[in-house]
Structures are given as structure tokens and as C-alpha cells.
């Protein structure tokens, strides 16, 4: 049995059932045509970035894209302890850039088209209805009673994942009691291709840049009922408190109509493939959108499952692919999970020794250049920054 089935067609979904196609594998993909209302944009790094520019996405994602050159953290509580802004720059490890603030909306477009063009994959716009994992297949029914089976079903279905849970895979979920709002803003000084993060005591109010030098997405972490406050406002209100919000560090703020509200959780399975089923993108991790990584981490998912599939073609499915990809993807989501959830719960929490440990770690990134570099490439290659250290340490430097 050749096919492998792929459940789910957001940007996980998408770029799983090109990455396979291209190994030469016979895909089906199942789920609706991708959601053109979403306002969010999607911060992504260079690797990730070089990743869709395989699929041969590079100019298309470059036309609505807007470099991602510097990146800021200010510390914007009222607490008796607070950090040093930090500035990361691209420049200070030789890149151009960090990666690409990429529209939600037009990569998910760009991504259908290629699907579509892939001799490869057969799309069947509908959902999965059931699933019937076996020892040597896996069974999907659609929702127009079609039958798929499968060597390996991949997971790419979303936070609530109903493919996880018919692989018995369990998860651990908790409800943060934080929203976030996106929406776009036009501003009156230029943005410099930079990212500015505005530390809250309920979360991170995040600009991002957009092509156009006076434009830019925003995310706003805080609670839900300051959230439903703020989508109460209107836009000529709501773009007061923004910019008061942010220190009218972009001088005057003018939020554009079209706003949107998304609940948070925080999510990690007990395992990322069982039963012929692996989880990639937000099947197999869910956090807050801090530090953009959710994403990031879900291509890198895509990534390492397609090697999988690479070195066990006779059956993808095995335990002992899934044993393999289980092992790969283990250490890459526990830290990426781990380290955003522990700066969102350091930014909650009200106990000094918490503040204390945020403000010491912040002024020593803004201080030490070595420690900033460090961050840097690990934050945008996992692994890079050992790697760039490593040889020194071997010097005996
Ligand atoms: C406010 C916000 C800002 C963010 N910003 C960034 C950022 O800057 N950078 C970054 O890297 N990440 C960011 N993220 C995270 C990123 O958005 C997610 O990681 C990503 O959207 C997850 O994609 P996905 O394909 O896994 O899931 P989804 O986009 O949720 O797709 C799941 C798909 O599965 C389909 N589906 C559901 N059930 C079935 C079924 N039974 N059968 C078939 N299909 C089904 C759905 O229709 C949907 O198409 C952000 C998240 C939020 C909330």
C-alpha cells in the first residue's frame, strides 16, 4: 500500500502533503479549502522560510512578506523589578534577516495552489469522518462515506486533533485565561523592518512588521475580559489605546477594521505517533504566540517526518518509523513548548523570585553579545547556536 493520508489543510497539512508527494509517494489529502478570513500573519524564520522556498514558493511569499531585519522586547509592567529593553539584531550574526512576516491568508493561498498543480496528490475537500486504525493500515472514512486506507496517516488536523485521538494518544491541555487580538495598523513612523515586543503583566502586545514601511500586524496577549473590552471599542478608540499601549513608539496609531479574537491554550501529547498516525503542526503542540515559534516548530515537524518517510519507504507507517519520528521530534517540542510557556508564566506571575529570574536573564541578553548570539540562531535554527560556539569551546577559547 503506497498511499499516505494527510488530515488537515492548514499550513501544517499543506506543506506535509507536498513534502511527501516529493519524496514520490501517492497522497490524499483531506479537509475544505483553506480559510481566507484569517487576519493572523505568521513570523517565520529563515530555515523555515528556505523550507517553502523548496516547494518553489520563494517569490510569491516575497511579494506580501516583509523582512523580519531586528527584534525588541521593552518591558512594559508596573512591577517593582524590571528589565532592560533588549534588541536582537539580524546583522549581529551576519544574516539579513531573521525570516518573513508572512499573511496567514496568502500563504495557505499559495499553498493550495501548489497542492492543486502536485501530480502526486489528490485532494478531497472534506473532512475525515472516521477513524479505523489497524496493525497494517490505517482506515479513514470521509464525509461522503469514501474509504481511504492508508501505510501512514498524518496528523495535521488541528488543536483538537480527532485523528490523536483515535491513535489513543493523550494529551495534557491547559486553559491559559488569555486572548489574543489580532489586527493590522497603519502607523506614522516607518517600522524599520523591526519587531517590537511590549512585555504586559497579561502577556506580550507583539507589532510585526508589514511590507509597506507604515503598516504592521499585531498580537495582543491578555486577558479575556480585557479582550472583549477592546473589541467593544471602536476602531478610532481602540487605536488610542493601542498606541498609548505601546509608547506611540510608531507615533500615531490607526487600527485597521477587521479584528480577531483567539482563545489560548496550552497543549503537548504523551507521545507524537502511534497506530500508524503521526501528529504534526498544532496536532502535536499548542502554545502561546510568543517569540513566534508555533509554526516554526510545525515545519519542522513537516521536515523531520518526511525524512522518516524517506529512510522507511517500504512502510512508513512501522513501528519503527513512528518510533523513530517520536524520537526525532521529543527534544525540539518539549524545549520549544517549554521555554514559551515559561516566559508567558514569568510574565503572569506575581512572585518576585520570578521577576527577579525574567529581569536578570533579559539584562544579561542585553548586555552579553556572545549569550544575544547565541539566542539568536538558536532561536531561528535549533542547534545553530552550539554549533557556533562549539568550535571555540573545542580551541579551548
Ligand atoms: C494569534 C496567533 C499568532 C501566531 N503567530 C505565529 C507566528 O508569528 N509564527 C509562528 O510560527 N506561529 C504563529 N502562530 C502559531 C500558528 O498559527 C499555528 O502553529 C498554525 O496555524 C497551526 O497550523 P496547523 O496547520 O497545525 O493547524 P490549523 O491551521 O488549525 O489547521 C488545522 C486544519 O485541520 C482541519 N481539520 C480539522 N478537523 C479535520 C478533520 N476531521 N478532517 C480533515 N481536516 C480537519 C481544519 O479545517 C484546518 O484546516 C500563531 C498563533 C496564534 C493563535
Not at 15 to 27: P, S
Request: hydrophobic share 45%; charged share 20%.
Amino acid at each position: 500500500m503506497d498511499t499516505i493520508l494527510v488530515a488537515g489543510t492548514g499550513p501544517a497539512g499543506l506543506t506535509a502533503a507536498m513534502a511527501l508527494a516529493e519524496l514520490g509517494r501517492d497522497v490524499v489529502l483531506a479537509g475544505p479549502p483553506p480559510s481566507s478570513t484569517d487576519r493572523r500573519t505568521s513570523a517565520l524564520m529563515r530555515p523555515a522560510v528556505a523550507f517553502l522556498d523548496g516547494f518553489g514558493l520563494g517569490e510569491t511569499l516575497k511579494e506580501v512578506a516583509a523582512p523580519l531585519a531586528a527584534m525588541r522586547i521593552i518591558d512594559a509592567t508596573n512591577r517593582l523589578i524590571r528589565s532592560p529593553a533588549v534588541t536582537f539584531r539580524a546583522a549581529e550574526i551576519g544574516e539579513e534577516s531573521f525570516g518573513l512576516n508572512i499573511p496567514n491568508a496568502e500563504l495557505n493561498a499559495a499553498l493550495a495552489e501548489k497542492v492543486r498543480e502536485n501530480g502526486n496528490i489528490t485532494w478531497q475537500e472534506q473532512i475525515v469522518h472516521a477513524w479505523r486504525p489497524a496493525a497494517n493500515h490505517v482506515e479513514a472514512e470521509l464525509a461522503d462515506g469514501t474509504i481511504i486506507r492508508a501505510a501512514l496517516a498524518v496528523a495535521a488536523d488541528g488543536r483538537n486533533s480527532p485523528a490523536r485521538g483515535a491513535a489513543g494518544i493523550t494529551i495534557r491541555r491547559r486553559d491559559l485565561h488569555q486572548s489574543a487580538l489580532v489586527l493590522n495598523f497603519a502607523h506614522a513612523r516607518h517600522h524599520g523592518f523591526a519587531s517590537t515586543e511590549f512585555h504586559t503583566e497579561h502577556g506580550p502586545c507583539t507589532q510585526v512588521p508589514l511590507p509597506d514601511g507604515l503598516r504592521s500586524s499585531l498580537v495582543w496577549v491578555m486577558r479575556p475580559w480585557q479582550a472583549e473590552e477592546l473589541m467593544a471599542l471602536d476602531d478610532a478608540a481602540l487605536s488610542e489605546r493601542l498606541e498609548e499601549r505601546q509608547q506611540s513608539f510608531l507615533g500615531k496609531v490607526t487600527v485597521e477594521p477587521g479584528r480577531q479574537v483567539f482563545p489560548l491554550v496550552s497543549a503537548l501529547p504523551m507521545r507524537f505517533a502511534a497506530r500508524r498516525i503521526a501528529l504534526v503542526g498544532e496536532a502535536a503542540h499548542v502554545f502561546p504566540p510568543i517569540t513566534a515559534q508555533g509554526l516554526n516548530l510545525g515545519l519542522r515537524d513537516v521536515m523531520d517526518l518526511a525524512e522518516v518517510v524517506r529512510t522507511h519507504m517500504a512502510d512508513p507507517g512501522s513501528t519503527a518509523a513512528l518510533l523513530r519520528y517520536d524520537a526525532r521530534r521529543r527534544p525540539d517540542i518539549l524545549a520549544r513548548s517549554g521555554a514559551v510557556n515559561l516566559v508567558n508564566a514569568s510574565l503572569l506571575s506575581d512572585l518576585l523570585p520570578a521577576q527577579l529570574l525574567r529581569s536578570a536573564g533579559l539584562s544579561l541578553l542585553g548586555s552579553a553579545s556572545g549569550l544575544r548570539g547565541f539566542f539568536m540562531r538558536e532561536g531561528m535554527r535549533p542547534g545553530s547556536g552550539f554549533a557556533a560556539i562549539l568550535p571555540s569551546i573545542l580551541r579551548g577559547a
